[in-house]
């Protein structure tokens, strides 16, 4: 749809996000990217105008290679049409590289553990998995049966079609107020006078087939003053293909109408009812189609099209043959309720199909949704403890954070495309080659701006989901490991299939297998390793832990040695983000993407001479959680030994002052090749026959090693970790930072980089305003806040004054999330500092920022040294 006011801050957002130059492959320039995407918008990628009428390690997979080079070649030959032979006796050992890059790490699968299968994998069948539409639901399998919603609209006296969220369409509020991310969510949007609710429910009751049946309800009411209509579209597709039989378009008066019926591999024959006591009016329109993410297209074009011939805004009562996607239009009046219900496992004369129609609409839904509201209510207050330590306007932000969180959680299916090395290209051109064939269900940070897994947000997002429901999250964080190479690398961005694509233009979507990302997601091993030996769990859910964690030992040795290997620095214990631009000259500061944290400033002119002190943080965090994996298993061998031994030669406080600790301040920075002296101005530039003027980077002082003189959240990392001794001066150093108003305490949460930063809010190109140059981010908040409560329970000197700043932190951080919800509906990427904290960047943006249940209900880790 045609975009918004808010089009400039999607457009850096989402750039933000995307971005990356890695050293080893080309990438576009961000000028050119910027075009690339706005063109990508323009085409109509998920946008639409206004409706006119008109067990083995990686020493032994490297024994192994040798002999399955050959089978791999073969393979390799078929797979990408011989690219390879022309490659000369140079690039053999780049060939190797490639094909380690898409094969999978050979180890057993962590979805084909016993207890990921059976049961529970047929409890999670059906879900509201498509995180990018305002409802949509699928299966988690490949080709599934997909269903969702669509409305007409008005804005300006345009008529407007939603379908995909995004924030152009400028709905007052859409986002889900309960979800138990299994089998019930209520979710209310609000657009331009028009309200709507949808209910899910799902259960398994007698007679159905495979992953059970489940129901939508669709409250509808109108306050707009134009001709009192409301359009609502309801779509049934198969994504196999498989021919979809069209029911009746009839209304009964009160009964079940049978919209659809088809059959489906997994589940059976199935059928679609709609039934409603309302007076409504019914259309409908069949396609043949297996382009799923162009639903939007097929709806608008019938409906346009349909209007200019007959003066009426229907759908033509017009079936394609072998329609594969049944679209059914209700137009309503007056205020409505409108109950679908689909049976699976259905057969035309089994006797309890009228019973689960009945259970499923009308009176007896109202009954189960109620009891499944309660149900949810009771068991975030008994989860969260929340009655105990928030009033009621918390209570019900809380609860939409989180639900929030688990309604966006999706189901993907695809293949990530890899970069070649630079120089490569294949013979029909493309200069990627695809991941295999997987499947991800993960939580995404923002179902607008980022409906896909991102690796390191993923970690924060189970932070919460485990203590919600610890079997969702293994299920989660076994889906991202088995995605690991047989080099121990994970794709930070993962951008599966058709839907998926749609919502980004092609010149992002290649993944660079010498990009990292923060393990973050050991933050929740880490949870459940300490968990464990802290009798935290029931016994059931300790010993499937414990089977988890046994069988994930091998992948996460994997993807430590991974980090191990290619982001180590010039000296042993030292690590930087490798894959920085040395060759910028329009950048303030080279951004560090793979770090995640982006335009944070580092050393400005990199090198391999670099040292960064979060990555040491996160390596640190790393190993203590494989070693007590080990430990708790009792495995006794050397690689434990081996861990044991790096953990203690990271965590040793003297080596990384020595590295990192500037003594004057108590800040802990990063180490590298830099100045200070850096500035962007504007330049004449002959391009051709023409000249243009350019904001390039201009350098005034030559850089030299030394540490890089920037306090913001890189340099409390060791404290987010509990690396720092509870009676080192250190700590009083740390504590005098984060509360100094003119560096990073604020009446809104900790800003991401200091007032005093010689880059604090400036932009670090003509096109790329701050990101992380000083916003309040809640990830760090909750980091740092995790930290201050633990000092606050440590004996020591510093200890009241902890339990002070977090009290005091908590508190801004609660209010100012809570008041910005209720401002404006939604909650926020990141907060401004500047502008009384109030919410910027993308907004729906329900990722790390549902970390507030956290923290309101005082939920951290243990940290320990």
């Known amino acids: 749809m045609t975009g918004g006011g808010s089009s400039s801050t999607r457009r850096a957002a989402a750039a933000a996000r995307s971005r990356g130059r890695p050293s080893d492959a080309s990438e576009p320039e961000p000028d050119a990217r910027r075009a690339a995407a706005a063109a990508a918008r323009r085409r109509g990628r998920g946008d639409h105008g206004p409706l006119r009428l008109m067990d083995l390690s990686p020493r032994t997979l490297a024994l192994l290679g040798i002999a399955s080079f050959a089978l791999m070649s073969v393979a390799f030959v078929a797979y ?167 029911g009746s378009h009839v209304p009964s008066s009160g009964g079940p109408v049978l919209l659809a019926s088809g059959s489906h591999e997994d589940i059976g024959d199935w059928e679609l009812y709609l039934r409603s006591e309302d007076n409504l009016e019914i259309h409908r329109a069949g396609f043949k189609s297996t382009s799923m993410h162009n639903l939007s297209d097929l709806v608008q074009q019938a409906v346009a099209t349909n209007a200019m011939q007959t003066g009426n805004l229907n759908l033509p009562d017009m079936t394609e043959d072998s329609s594969n996607i049944m679209i059914y239009q209700v137009s309503i009046k007056t205020a409505a309720q409108i109950d679908i219900v689909f049976l699976s496992g259905s057969a035309s004369k089994n006797p309890t199909i009228e019973d689960r129609i009945s259970k499923l609409t009308g009176p007896m839904l109202s009954t189960r949704l109620e009891s499944k509201q309660k149900e949810f209510d009771e068991r975030y207050d008994k989860i969260f403890n929340a009655n105990n330590k928030i009033d009621s306007k918390e209570l019900s932000v809380g609860r939409a954070a989180l639900s929030n969180l688990l309604g966006g959680i999706g189901y993907f299916y695809g293949q990530s495309k890899i970069a070649l090395p630079k120089g490569f290209t294949q013979k029909n051109g493309d200069k990627y080659i695809p991941y295999w064939p997987a499947a991800l269900y993960t939580a995404v940070p923002s179902r607008s701006f980022f409906p896909r897994g991102f690796l390191w947000d993923e970690g924060f997002h189970q932070l919460v989901i485990w203590r919600w429901d610890v079997h969702i999250s293994m299920d989660i964080i076994g889906h991202w490991l088995d995605l690991l190479n047989s080099d121990g690398w994970i794709p930070r961005e993962q951008i599966l299939g058709a839907e998926a694509l749609s919502k980004v233009p092609e010149e992002f979507v290649l993944q660079y297998p010498s990009n990292g990302n923060p393990p973050t997601l050991f933050l929740v091993i880490r949870d459940f390793a300490s968990g464990i030996h802290a009798k935290q769990f029931s016994d059931d859910e300790a010993e499937k832990i414990s089977t988890f964690l046994e069988r994930a030992y091998i992948r996460l040795n994997s993807w430590f040695q991974w980090f191990n290997s290619t982001q180590s620095g010039k000296y042993e214990g030292t690590f930087y983000w490798h894959g920085r631009d040395n060759t910028t000259t329009r950048e303030l500061n080279p951004k560090t993407l793979t770090s995640g944290l982006d335009d944070y400033p580092r050393a400005s002119h990199p090198n391999d001479e670099e040292r960064h002190v979060d990555l040491r943080c996160w390596m640190l965090l790393a190993t203590n959680c494989i070693r007590s994996i080990a430990e708790f298993l009792k495995m006794d061998s050397a690689l434990e030994k081996d861990y044991y031994k790096m953990s203690n030669q990271l965590s040793d406080f003297g080596t990384l002052n020595k590295f990192h600790l500037d003594d004057k301040t108590g800040a802990y920075f990063d180490y590298g090749n830099h100045t200070e002296k850096v500035r962007l101005r504007w330049y004449d530039v002959q391009d ?18 030394q540490l890089v003189p920037h306090v913001g959240y890189v340099s409390l990392f060791p404290f987010m970790m509990g690396a720092i001794p509870p009676e080192s001066w250190v700590l009083e150093k740390q504590l005098d930072l984060i509360s100094n108003t003119s560096i990073l305490w604020t009446d809104y949460g900790l800003r991401s980089l200091s007032r005093t930063s010689s880059v604090y809010m400036k932009r670090n190109t003509e096109h790329d305003p701050p990101y992380w140059r000083g916003a309040i981010w809640i990830n760090m908040n909750y980091m740092t806040l995790s930290a201050l409560h633990h000092y606050a329970h440590e004996d020591g000197p510093y200890k009241v004054r902890a339990g002070e700043l977090y009290d005091k932190l908590r508190s801004n951080l609660i209010r100012n999330i809570v008041q910005n919800y209720h401002e404006t509906g939604f909650f926020w990427e990141n907060y401004d500092q500047k502008n009384k904290g109030k919410g910027k960047g993308a907004r729906s943006f329900t990722g790390w920022t549902s970390l507030l249940v956290l923290i309101m209900a005082e939920s951290y880790p243990t940290l320990h040294r």
């Not at 051709?688 to 090693?705: C, I």
């Open 80 to 246: 990408t049409g011989g690219w390879w032979e022309e490659v000369e006796a140079e690039g053999a050992a780049t060939l190797r590289t490639v094909m380690r890059s898409i094969t999978p790490l050979q180890a057993p699968r962590m979805m084909d553990l016993p207890q990921l299968q059976g049961d529970h994998k047929e409890s999670l069948y059906w879900g509201t998995y498509r995180p990018n539409v305002y409802l949509g639901i699928r299966s988690r399998t490949p080709l599934s049966l997909i269903a969702g919603l669509m409305w007409i609209g008005l804005k300006n006296g345009q008529y407007f079609l939603r379908h995909v969220c995004q924030d152009s369409d400028e709905l007052s509020s859409y986002g889900w107020t309960a979800h138990n991310g299994r089998d019930y969510g209520r979710q209310l949007l609000v657009d331009h006078g028009l309200f709507l609710t949808t209910s899910f429910l799902k259960e398994k009751g007698e007679g159905s087939g495979y992953g059970g049946d489940w129901a939508v309800r669709l409250d509808a009411n109108s306050e707009r003053s134009s001709d009192g209509t409301t359009h609502l579209f309801f779509y049934i597709a198969d994504e196999q293909g498989k021919s979809i039989a069209m």
């Open 688 to 705: 051709k026959d023409t000249m243009r003027r350019e904001l390039l980077r201009e350098t005034l002082q030559p850089p030299q090693l």
